[in-house]
């Protein structure tokens, strides 16, 4: 079997809270049941994230707390890194944006890109904080819409009519930061110019061709993603700014460019660039293999916010740069909503990862297989806490754990954990087998697809075939008449939970690791699924509890924690 190099990135979180539920739906627990899928199969990747650590949001948060920007995003880095590790985010490296290396990685870009002609200079007239000596980004002006005449509209949109604005139009603008009336103040900026780059974009977005050969395939694309990179392009691309008046972030590195920093556009999808040099020179690695090979495949993760982030900037900046690979997919997602509304980090409507990592303590593969169960893959979802313990309580408590239960427990208790022999097989058990050997390329074809709600439906469609297998056989009556038969169905048994137990591994690492010590088999890979694992007199341990009920009581202090 041939093996490929992949590069697998997931959006940098903003350094400036936790992440919650949300985000790990969207950009982290898909790239991870991906990421894990290709390692089990053998193939090299390098799955890359950090924190984003740069912005205006930074500095307004460190002014108000009253602390440095360095205070604000050491803190947030450590506890989403933390979360993600204890929720099983298998990163080959979670790096950071304030690093060094991160810093030279993104002003070289820029020098590049500056020598290259790509960038337009231009000066103009901004709105502009005398109080606090800062050029207001459009979120801190806000005024009256000029549309729908609501006040609080902010300088890049009305969150009241939806319209798209720009601080110009407000009526009445006021400074956020100092609730006074902004000044125009003159400035100047490097543009991209997007829409000399439209006319390769297009074929690209839409039909996976450059340079007039065959890039990628769109039928694996989402339709939401062509449809969104489409509707951009016919509109019209338009030149953006990639540097902003602040005294936080990647500094501009040309003469005359003092208090300038790059934009987010510029500084955080490099990240993905820098994280793998760091993550190449701690492991051995040559960087360039994963950003400059042509057949390595870049796959990014992100949600739906970010199409046009990493579908048509992004790629226009690697490809004025020369020499790097362009994504073979932008695997975006919808939203999950919480409990019927929008999740919110400033009205506290979120459950955050880390708290429920502290209130469901050994139980992060419940929330794993909620969020994938549920996920938002073509359309908005949405989670609620009721819908969550049925999925624990009926899903994997009583198809997944039960049947594993049964097994382990009748195998214990006739044989004392020796697996017993595979005697003749009839029709039926034949059948089974034939139908387990299915399973590894029906869940690997749906994770390739990036279908991981499919992948996982397939994956408890073989815990509950177990389960049907053992309601007709039922071995438990025939120990007394028919020890052989006995045997051999239990054997096929075993077998069954040996290959739930490689390929829950993706979705749910955590119980992978423990039904692997359980059966006491280490040494396997997603290949060896399918078929027969393990063999006769292998002995197995006493059975555990892989899940745990949750009861109602846990699921009404959460409900009440979100009224708070
Ligand atoms: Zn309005």
């Known amino acids: 079997m041939s093996t490929k190099r992949y590069t697998v990135t997931s959006a940098l979180p903003y350094a400036n809270g936790p992440v919650h539920i949300g985000h790990i739906a969207g950009a982290y627990l898909p790239a991870d049941i991906y990421v894990r899928y290709l390692r089990g199969k053998k193939h090299d990747v390098a799955f890359v994230c950090g924190s984003d650590e740069h912005g205006a949001a930074i500095t307004l948060r460190a002014k108000k707390d009253g602390v440095s920007p360095q205070e604000i995003v050491d803190k947030y880095h450590k506890i989403n890194k933390k979360a993600f590790t204890d929720f099983g985010i298998d990163f080959s490296i979670y790096h950071r944006t304030s690093d060094k290396l991160h810093h030279e990685t993104a002003k070289e870009f820029f020098k590049t890109l500056e020598d290259k002609n790509v960038f337009t200079k231009k000066t103009s007239k901004q709105f502009y904080d005398e109080e606090n000596n800062q050029f207001l980004a459009d979120r801190y002006i806000i005024g009256e819409c000029p549309k729908c005449n609501a006040t609080g509209a902010y300088g890049d949109q009305c969150e009241k009519?939806?319209?798209?604005?720009?601080?110009?139009?407000?009526?009445?603008?006021?400074?956020?930061?100092?609730?006074?009336?902004?000044?125009?103040?003159?400035?100047?900026?490097?543009?991209?110019?997007?829409?000399?780059?439209?006319?390769?974009?297009?074929?690209?977005?839409?039909?996976?061709?450059?340079?007039?050969?065959?890039?990628?395939?769109?039928?694996?694309?989402?339709?939401?993603?062509?449809?969104?990179?489409?509707?951009?392009?016919?509109?019209?691309?338009?030149?953006?700014?990639?540097?902003?008046?602040?005294?936080?972030?990647?500094?501009?590195?040309?003469?005359?460019?003092?208090?300038?920093?790059?934009?987010?556009?510029?500084?955080?999808?490099?990240?993905?660039?820098?994280?793998?040099?760091?993550?190449?020179?701690?492991?051995?690695?040559?960087?360039?293999?994963?950003?400059?090979?042509?057949?390595t495949e870049l796959v990014h993760f992100i949600g739906k916010d970010n199409i046009v982030f990493h579908c048509i900037i992004f790629p226009i900046i690697l490809k004025a740069h020369e020499g790097y690979i362009l994504p073979t997919n932008v695997v975006a997602n919808e939203?999950?909503?919480?409990?019927?509304?929008?999740?919110?980090?400033?009205?506290?409507?979120?459950?955050?990862?880390?708290?429920?990592?502290?209130?469901?303590?050994?139980?992060?593969?419940?929330?794993?297989?909620?969020?994938?169960?549920?996920?938002?893959?073509?359309?908005?979802?949405d989670f609620t806490w009721a819908d969550f313990q049925a999925r624990n309580n009926n899903e994997l408590v009583a198809i997944f754990g039960n049947f594993i239960n049964r097994v382990v427990v009748l195998t214990n208790k006739y044989w004392d954990g020796l697996v017993p022999a595979c005697n003749t097989?009839?029709?039926?058990?034949?059948?089974?087998?034939?139908?387990?050997?299915?399973?590894?390329?029906?869940?690997?074809?749906?994770i390739e697809k990036y279908r991981f709600r499919e992948a996982l439906g397939e994956l408890m469609n073989l815990a509950r075939l177990g389960n049907k297998y053992l309601a007709d056989t039922e071995p438990w009556k025939l120990k007394k008449s028919d020890e052989k038969r006995t045997e051999t169905i239990m054997n096929i048994c075993i077998q069954i939970t040996a290959s739930l137990a490689i390929l829950s591994e993706p979705f749910m690492p955590f119980t992978s690791d423990k039904l692997k010590k359980l059966l006491v088999i280490n040494k396997v890979n997603w290949n060896d699924a399918g078929g027969i694992i393990i063999n006769d007199n292998h002995q197995i341990n006493p059975a555990t509890h892989l899940f745990n009920k949750i009861e109602d009581e846990q699921i009404e202090t959460q409900l009440d924690k979100l009224k708070q």
Request: glycine residues 6%; contains cysteine; charged residues 30%.
């Open 335 to 381: 939203f999950l909503n919480l409990e019927g509304k929008k999740l919110s980090t400033s009205r506290n409507w979120a459950i955050w990862l880390h708290e429920y990592l502290e209130d469901f303590e050994g139980q992060e593969d419940a929330l794993r297989y909620a969020l994938c169960a549920t996920a938002p893959e073509s359309k908005d979802t």
């Open 161 to 295: 009519c939806g319209s798209a604005l720009s601080p110009e139009e407000l009526i009445n603008p006021t400074s956020t930061l100092s609730g006074n009336k902004p000044i125009k103040k003159e400035t100047s900026h490097w543009y991209l110019p997007m829409q000399d780059h439209q006319k390769w974009l297009k074929p690209w977005t839409e039909d996976g061709i450059l340079n007039d050969g065959n890039h990628h395939n769109p039928k694996n694309w989402r339709s939401q993603v062509i449809g969104q990179c489409k509707s951009w392009i016919d509109g019209g691309l338009q030149e953006r700014a990639m540097t902003r008046d602040l005294d936080w972030g990647v500094k501009v590195p040309v003469k005359d460019a003092d208090g300038k920093v790059l934009y987010v556009w510029l500084d955080a999808p490099i990240g993905y660039i820098s994280s793998t040099k760091k993550w190449a020179a701690e492991n051995n690695k040559n960087w360039e293999d994963y950003w400059k090979n042509e057949d």
């Open 425 to 446: 097989l009839d029709p039926y058990d034949k059948e089974i087998l034939e139908k387990l050997k299915a399973f590894p390329n029906k869940i690997g074809t749906s």
